[in-house]
């Protein structure tokens, strides 16, 4: 809501008090000679008895209630409705039916005759005005003081009412809504405590978790450790039956060794490999991790030892490796199946 919207709920406060105030004025609705109209076109009494007869004042009381304006203007309606049904209630009020008598100024019948033959028409006024000679300035309307009060009164209480009930109404949903958010917050809370002892619980088993692994580790640890030891002892213990000196590091020196073990003599290969093809098959090869001594004589045992079935199995998974190696490394060479040295190596191999 606006000021647009304030103003324009005053504006009908307004004309809804006018009236009670104005009844309140004249004396119950008995003497209206003092009172001024705000209508040019009609008296105060013209505009009191036709808006109470013809619905206008119960309309206003409507538009007032309106709902938009009731959540945001109850105090602005109560500050004006309350003070004026305490001063209608508090008067003493004539009871039974009164003809009232109202006047208006003759020499302005023009102004005010056609709210005179409307409210002659409607029965508010019972003097009928036939023609121009038959104009009056005293008239006179059958009514009943206390019945009017109540009527105003009824109006105005209504109004409180609505704004009242409304008020009333959005209270206790706050309050349903606020025992909602209690009992929401309580089972969250329950919620929460149980999810603080899933956390307890979960933390209190990882800590037993790391634990464990960290013994494990440590286990295994030590265990690596008493294994490496024992490997490095084996192999010290086997090298030192075989023969005592260090792995060899030199690689001019590893191609001697290889020449006098045989592998660089020239008959014992393919027949069309070429020194440079030997040369890049060797620095490949030699360029790879270095062996021990005790590898280096186990190989060399295994690859001497014709026919054996370890041998065997070993060429079966390995000749095609070998092979692709050697067609990788020298790409313009052909290397048959099974012809990775010459025959004289074959046969010399088979005869010795």
């Not at 790391?210 to 086997?238: H, P, V």
Request: proline residues 2%; hydrophobic residues 35%; aromatic residues 10%.
């Amino acid at each position: 809501m606006n000021l647009k919207d304030l103003k324009h709920l005053n504006s009908l406060l307004a004309d809804f008090t006018w009236y009670g105030r104005t009844f309140l004025q004249t004396g119950t609705g008995l003497e209206w000679d003092a009172i001024g109209g705000r209508d040019y076109f009609a008296t105060a009494w013209m505009e009191f008895f036709k808006g109470i007869n013809d619905g206008t004042y119960h309309r206003l009381a409507e538009a007032i209630t309106d709902a938009p304006y009731i959540p945001h203007f109850r105090g602005e309606v109560q500050k004006e409705l309350n003070p004026l049904l305490a001063e209608l209630e508090a008067m003493a009020v004539e009871q039974g039916l009164h003809k009232i008598k109202v006047r208006i100024d003759v020499g302005k019948f023009k102004r005010y005759e056609t709210k005179l033959r409307q409210l002659s028409a409607d029965g508010i006024v019972f003097d009928i005005i036939q023609d121009d000679d038959d104009i009056r300035d005293t008239y006179f309307i059958d009514g009943d003081p206390d019945q009017i009060r109540s009527y105003l009164m009824h109006g105005i209480k209504g109004v409180i009412h609505r704004y009242t009930s409304a008020e009333q109404e959005k209270i206790r949903g706050l309050e349903i809504r606020l025992k909602e958010l209690e009992t929401e917050l309580q089972e969250k809370n329950g919620l929460l405590n149980t999810r603080d002892l899933m956390y307890q619980d979960l933390a209190r088993t990882v800590k037993e978790q790391q634990e464990e692994i960290t013994a494990i580790t440590e286990r295994n640890r030590t265990l690596e450790g008493i294994l490496s030891e024992y490997s490095k002892e084996e192999e010290e213990a086997t090298i030192a039956e075989i023969e005592p000196s260090a792995p060899i590091k030199d690689g001019k020196l590893r191609m001697y060794f290889l020449y006098k073990l045989g592998f660089l003599d020239k008959t014992i290969w393919n027949d069309g490999i070429k020194y440079k093809h030997m040369a890049t098959i060797l620095r490949k090869i030699l360029c790879g991790e270095m062996i021990t001594q005790v590898s280096a004589l186990r190989y060399a045992k295994l690859f001497n030892s014709t026919g054996s079935t370890e041998l065997k199995h070993f060429e079966s998974e390995n000749e095609s490796t070998v092979l692709d190696y050697l067609k990788s490394v020298c790409p313009d060479m052909d290397f048959p199946k099974g012809r990775f040295v010459n025959d004289i190596r074959k046969n010399t191999g088979r005869s010795g």
